[in-house]
């Protein structure tokens, strides 16, 4: 989507060059939203497929140019097998059936998270949908899957020493960038925004390394209820931040 659509679509009192470049979501609340109804908890991992589609449509119309969304954690094997067999068999049917929609908006999908012990399936899956998106110049849309953010350092680590042992770079070339490189999420940029719903106050084991300065949003909203008018809220207070890297304003001098 060009820029001049963009700002047509994006709500009047978001100030287009505020907006951030990069937000990242903990989805969490599905478990939550359907026990509120009776329901089992699968569906409501379910309901928050759409409320990551719009969301990803929503981010297009504004103008973001990434989406990272936490999808499936290392530690979430941990959950009865049942669940767990859902949410990957979800993951697979979800990236079949919008492979399509992603090459008409220029979707550009990839996985970050150890992939190589996903099912076969889901893997294959992964591998063609990045295949297939790897040449479109829209938004960049990440899929955390699998992922921790300590089990992402530790990768990033014998990366590093390995490369040293082998004697291809010295000890002290490692460098912030140089490790960075090295992370899941090597080459984007750190996100700008880290949205979290169902009112928990924590990380949960992602992005440890990259919201070193990235602002947090928290909102009581269960993730399938969160909406483009959740999505324009946390925006509107995320304009309204004092981003100082740990330097002063001019003003305060
Ligand atoms: C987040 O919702 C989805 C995943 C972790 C896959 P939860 O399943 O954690 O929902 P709650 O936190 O139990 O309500
Ligand atoms: C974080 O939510 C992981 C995902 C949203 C995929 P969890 O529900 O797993 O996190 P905790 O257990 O509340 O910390
Ligand atoms: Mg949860």
């Known amino acids: 989507m060009s ?52 969301l990803l449509r929503c981010c297009d119309d504004w103008g973001l140019e990434v989406l990272t969304a936490y999808a499936f954690s290392t530690e979430n094997w941990g959950r009865p097998r049942p669940e767990v067999e859902f949410l990957m068999t979800l993951f697979e049917r979800v990236l079949k059936h919008e492979l399509k929609e992603m090459m008409e908006k220029n979707v550009r999908i990839r996985f970050v998270g150890d992939l190589t012990i996903l099912p076969d399936s889901l893997q294959k899956e992964i591998a063609h949908a990045m295949d297939e998106t790897s040449q479109n110049e829209g938004i960049q849309f990440n899929v955390a899957t699998n992922y921790g953010s300590r089990q992402e350092i530790l990768h990033a680590c014998r990366a590093i020493a390995l490369q040293v042992q082998q004697g291809k770079i010295e000890v002290g070339d490692i460098n912030e960038s140089l490790f960075e490189s ?38 009581h909203t269960l993730w399938p209820d969160f909406n483009r008018q959740e999505f324009h809220q946390a925006l509107l207070n995320y304009q309204k931040r004092d981003r100082r890297f740990g330097k002063v304003n001019d003003s305060d001098n």
């Not at 047509?8 to 009192?13: A, E, F, R, V």
């Open 3 to 54: 820029v001049t659509q963009s700002l047509i679509t994006l709500p009047p009192d978001l100030e287009p060059s505020k907006i951030p470049r990069h937000v990242a979501v903990i989805m969490d609340g599905n478990g939550r939203w359907a026990k509120k109804r009776g329901l089992p908890r699968i569906l409501g991992h379910q309901r928050g497929v759409d409320t990551l589609k719009d």
């Open 182 to 219: 090295h992370l899941y999420t090597g080459g984007v940029i750190n996100p700008d925004l880290l949205i979290r719903t169902s009112g928990e106050m924590r990380l949960s084991n992602f992005l440890l390394w990259q919201m070193a300065y990235g602002e947090m949003y928290v909102t």
